[in-house]
């Protein structure tokens, strides 16, 4: 130690020196690697060739090939092109190596049962309920090959009529809606009667009379024409079931507070007259 202070600090000082225990001998020790490498030096023996060494040599055409370390069982398997890790999922798990071995015993017993007769057709049983079977599956498939000719002569390619301006039949448009629950009179007051004749004279001009006071008249029951709301519907119960539905569409509308179905008022909650500007002093910038 140097310094002034040397005094001061050397009784806190103290050197220890061990003393020699017994006679043994404990020489330093070398591992045997480090002593072969000092010995082949020695002897000037060829080092091992390293990859640098060798990517010198090839120059351009050197390729590293870590595959050739690898220590495995078979070395004929060390450059196979089959990857350890494929899509997160090891490969080996879902490798068996028993899988050959298994293979040829499942030949094998497949062998021994088409040698024992299990896989011979039995002749099929033609009893009455499989005749009954096929028989109603005949039948179906000409129904609908029948079927498939009905719609190609339905589908025309030549110019098509709108469907306003086809004749419909009065006993065909009275049959369909029979078949759709539809209560249909053959009275000549009946609703599209009254329509069609309605409609007839709204187009036809009429003769200008002279003017006169209009007179109450009561309006035939047969002549009212039928609400919207209920047009198209079968009976009562299919009028309230669709009431009850419309009621129900309403429903997330009330919860809004919307006044009606034309109610799309977006509200601006942040005001640029009320936000805008700065103020002249102090820490607030804004209103």
């Known amino acids: ?15 220890a020196v061990p003393n020699k225990r017994d006679d043994k001998e404990r020489p330093p020790f070398i591992p045997e690697g480090v002593v072969a490498r000092r010995r082949r030096m020695e002897t000037g023996e060829p080092r091992r060739k390293r990859e640098r ?7 351009d055409d050197y390729v590293l090939d870590l595959q050739k370390y690898w220590d495995i069982m078979n070395l004929s398997e060390k450059h196979d092109k089959i990857p350890e ?27 021994l049962r088409a040698a024992a007769g299990e896989y011979d057709s039995e002749p099929e049983s033609d009893d009455e309920e499989m005749g009954e079977i096929r028989q109603l599956a005949k039948a179906i498939r000409e129904k ?3 079927k498939i000719l009905q719609s190609k002569e339905k589908d025309t390619q030549g110019p098509r009529m709108p469907r306003t301006a086809k ?6 448009l009275e049959d369909e809606m029979r078949s759709l629950g539809v209560a249909v009179g053959g009275d ?15 187009t036809r001009k009429r003769k200008r009379e002279d003017s006169v006071a209009p ?10 024409r039928t609400p919207r709301d209920v047009s198209g519907l079968r009976d009562a119960k299919m009028v309230k079931k669709t009431k009850t539905m419309m009621k129900k569409a ?4 009330n919860r809004s507070g919307r006044k009606g179905e034309a109610d799309r008022h977006v509200f601006d909650m942040k005001p640029k007259h009320l936000l805008s500007g700065k103020r002249k002093a102090g820490k607030k910038d804004r209103r």
């Not at 798990?93 to 293979?103: A, G, N, R, S, V």
């Open 1 to 15: 130690m140097k310094g002034n202070k040397v005094n001061e600090v050397l009784n806190r000082l103290h050197l």
């Open 53 to 59: 060494d060798i990517e010198l040599e090839l120059g």
């Open 85 to 111: 890790i494929w899509e997160g999922h090891n490969v080996a798990d879902y490798i068996d190596p028993d899988i050959m071995q298994k293979l040829e015993e499942l030949e094998k017993e497949e062998e």
């Open 144 to 146: 609908k090959k029948l």
């Open 167 to 172: 004749k419909v039949q009065r006993k065909a």
């Open 188 to 202: 000549e007051n009946a609703h599209y009667a009254v329509q069609a004749r309605l409609s007839r004279s709204v």
């Open 215 to 224: 007179t109450p008249v009561a309006r035939s029951r047969s002549c009212s």
């Open 250 to 253: 309403q429903r997330k509308m």
